[in-house]
């Protein structure tokens, strides 16, 4: 599956952004899905999941203002930010993990061998 992110920019303390994410090459349907964080000299961080099933997971620190969904008629996953802080700007990726396995909370990057190749958030 190849995943391609789109919606990020600059965008005001205390706006909302949504960022999508397009799938091609295989059905969303089949995988869990994540939204992952990096900023310069960190490791790459999950926000964010979402199972086949529409069940979603978050990290604790961005519970309450980050919604996770997905279309699969349009096999595009989404992220909505509210309330955005300086401490959002990151490169925000979406993933996929192993198809027909769930990913149940786990955030661990080497849990997505599918990536795509990331989109600028700037919170300003």
């Known amino acids: 599956v190849q995943l391609v992110e789109s919606g990020g920019g600059s965008v005001q303390t205390g706006g909302s952004l949504r960022l999508s994410c397009v799938a091609s090459?295989?059905?969303?349907?089949?995988?869990?899905m994540g939204w992952f964080r990096q900023i310069p000299d960190k490791e790459r961080e999950g926000d964010a999941g979402?199972?086949?099933?529409?069940?979603?997971s978050y990290a604790d620190s961005v519970k309450g203002r980050l919604t996770i969904s997905q279309d699969k008629n349009n096999n595009t996953l989404y992220l909505h930010i509210n309330s955005l802080k300086s401490e959002d700007t990151a490169i925000y990726f979406c993933?996929?993990?192993?198809?027909?396995?769930?990913?149940?909370?786990?955030?661990?990057?080497?849990?997505?061998?599918?990536w795509g190749q990331g989109t600028q958030v700037t919170v300003s």
């Open positions: 993933a996929a993990g192993r198809p027909y396995t769930a990913c149940r909370g786990d955030f661990a990057v080497k849990s997505y061998p599918y």
């Open positions: 090459g295989d059905t969303i349907g089949r995988y869990c």
């Open positions: 979402i199972e086949s099933d529409g069940s979603t």
